[in-house]
Nanobody, 127 residues
Framework: QVQLVESGGGSVQDGGSLRLSCTTS????????MAWFRQAPGKEREGVAV????????YYADSVKGRFTISQDNADHSLFLQLNSLKSDDTAIYYC?????????????????????WGQGTQVTVS
């Protein structure tokens, strides 16, 4: 069974920063499309960022461009999301997700239904 484990969430003030981490197995990390999603209360789960082709290419939701940065550490099979200039609208549970590798390069990377494995989520609260 695939395991994705997120960490790094917390409560920060408006304008603050956080760094989220997601660790998984080498097999999952190297054979899948890895992405970050978030879900705010009463809203659908939305794609935040995805990293493609060993980190050569990244895509972001318009709402986080210029503020969030996705990265990876191939040696540790880890995925990261740096969150800067946080706003109250960023308050949500953030999830790490793994899906078929082709999803990363498709226009549908931001759809949750394309991913087959999820972490337990980590809460980010901005006030």
């Amino acid at each position: 069974q695939v395991q994705l484990v997120e960490s790094g969430g917390g409560s920060v003030q408006d304008g603050g920063s956080l760094r989220l981490s997601c660790t998984t197995s080498k097999a999952t990390f190297t054979s899948n499309c890895m992405a970050w999603f978030r879900q705010a209360p009463g809203k659908e789960r939305e794609g935040v960022a995805v990293i493609v082709s060993r980190g050569d290419l990244t895509y972001y939701a318009d709402s986080v461009k210029g503020r969030f940065t996705i990265s990876q550490d191939n040696a540790d099979h880890s995925l990261f999301l740096q969150l800067n200039s946080l706003k109250s609208d960023d308050t949500a549970i953030y999830y790490c997700a793994a899906g078929p590798s082709f999803v990363c390069s498709s226009g549908s990377w931001g759809f949750a239904s394309n991913y087959h494995d999820w972490g337990q989520g980590t809460q980010v609260t901005v006030s």
